[in-house]
């Protein structure tokens, strides 16, 4: 486990609120160490438009919980610039990803966080960029 704090994409995150063993696991380890987690607004609103989209009350309720139990974290003008300079480098390389992904990687670079994903093929392709898969056992 890493001291730093890691940043959850919202494929985690989704899947600790579905019970998935791997990602539960590794988050009940990382919370002895870190106590919260850390998320980006991005990550929050994904979530939160699936279950209002879907009217699931109850996870919505327990979502809020778990958002006010963690930190959520602004797009900054700081996480902005990050943003814009990793689309022109994946842009350059010909090798963009979606917005959402290149904000929660900005999020995480300005912070100092890693990324918590299954979506490592899109997340590694950001220089500098620490990447942990929670859905795998290891």
């Given at each position: 486990m890493t001291n730093r704090p890691t940043l959850l994409d919202t494929d985690v995150l989704s899947a600790i609120m579905r019970q998935h063993p791997q990602a539960t696991a590794?988050?009940?380890?990382?919370?002895?160490?870190?106590?919260?987690?850390?998320?980006?607004?991005?990550?929050?609103?994904?979530?939160?438009?699936?279950?209002?989209?879907?009217?699931?009350?109850?996870?919505q309720h327990a979502f809020e919980q778990l958002c006010a139990a963690s930190e959520v974290l602004p797009i900054t003008e700081a996480v902005g610039v990050q943003a814009a300079a990793i689309y022109a480098d994946l842009y350059t390389r010909g090798q963009l990803i979606g917005d959402a992904d290149?904000?929660?990687a900005a999020t995480a670079?300005?912070?100092?966080?890693?990324?918590?994903?299954?979506?490592?093929?899109?997340?590694?392709?950001?220089?500098?960029?620490?990447?942990?898969?929670?859905?795998?056992?290891g």
């Open positions: 590794r988050a009940r380890r990382y919370l002895i160490e870190q106590r919260r987690f850390t998320i980006s607004i991005i990550t929050r609103y994904e979530v939160l438009r699936g279950l209002l989209a879907r009217q699931a009350v109850r996870q290149i904000l929660i670079l300005v912070h100092g966080c890693a990324v918590a994903t299954n979506n490592e093929a899109h997340y590694r392709r950001i220089p500098g960029l620490a990447v942990e898969n929670w859905l795998h056992a």
